[in-house]
């Protein structure tokens, strides 16, 4: 079996592999100040939970935009399962030409995305991930990363808000009825919602005009689904994308070994 692990700001996402199914999933909170073993005890219960044996695991691949926790989880790989994990970065196979200025500036969650996006499609791609940034990249319809856009993520946004603006409460995040709002918490949903809503495909609709393409517009991440219901651009969310890409690199990497037990 095979283990992936994506490393956001937020939350870390790991998914267990058999063969090409994923069995099992979940998501914590990313902690840089909690230990290998507090991590690893962690992840043992998660399996534990999913009545997954940990010694079944033949294989860690990792990407990570959380330079602190390399060290933590290369640690952990090496006592909790008896396995030194693979880092998606310069000198791992990836199958994807990387047109951007410098290669290696480019996150490994983006690249991981759209090796994801294209293998499925084989056609030109936007990547929409909204997590603690919302990125937008752009393949090309021959598999090439062309770049993309970032920007903050919503949570990031309306936190700035309510920091700087002392007199604004917290909300949640819903969509409103109307645009119009008649208080001060309906027109803060209205601005947030609807203006990130307007700023999505915004965007996505300038790299269409730009590309001059018509990509097909994948959405992941914590705030896909609730985006893509206001949404007039994007046509599929899968929260999962991530994972895929992971399992598809790291299978790019082992000369055709099985990744079952």
């Not at 990313?30 to 073993?37: G, S």
């Not at 926790?69 to 790989?77: F, I, Y």
Request: hydrophobic content about 40%.
């Amino acid at each position: 079996m095979l283990l992936t692990i994506d490393i956001g700001n937020t939350n870390i996402v790991l998914g267990v592999f058999e063969n090409k199914k994923l069995i099992q999933h979940w998501r914590i909170v990313t902690k840089q100040e909690k230990t290998e073993d507090e991590y690893g005890i962690l992840i043992s219960n998660l399996y534990q939970f999913s009545n997954i044996d940990i010694y079944s695991t033949t294989g860690v691949i990792i990407s990570s935009v959380v330079p602190p926790m390399v060290r933590t989880m290369e640690t952990l790989c090496n006592k909790f399962f008896k396995h030194k994990p693979m880092f998606v970065g310069p000198g791992v196979k990836t199958g994807m030409p990387i047109r951007y200025d410098n290669p290696h500036e480019v996150g490994a969650d983006r690249i991981v995305n759209a090796v994801a996006a294209f293998e499925r499609h084989r056609n030109s791609l936007v990547v929409v991930d909204f997590g603690t940034a919302t990125t937008f990249d752009y393949i090309s319809p021959q598999g090439e990363y062309m770049g993309g856009a970032i920007a903050p993520g919503i949570g990031v946004a309306s936190e700035a808000l309510f920091k700087m603006a002392s007199k604004l409460p917290r909300i949640e995040l819903i969509k409103p009825e109307s645009v119009i709002g008649k208080n001060t918490i309906a027109s803060l949903q209205a601005g947030i919602v609807y203006g990130y809503i307007a700023m999505v495909d915004g965007i996505v609709n300038k790299i269409r005009r730009e590309v001059k393409t018509d990509p097909r517009i994948i959405a992941t991440g914590g705030m896909a689904g609730f985006i893509a219901e206001g949404s007039q651009t994007i046509d599929e969310v899968d929260d999962l994308l991530t994972l895929t890409g992971l399992r598809l690199i790291y299978e790019k990497n082992i000369d055709g070994q099985r990744i079952d037990n």
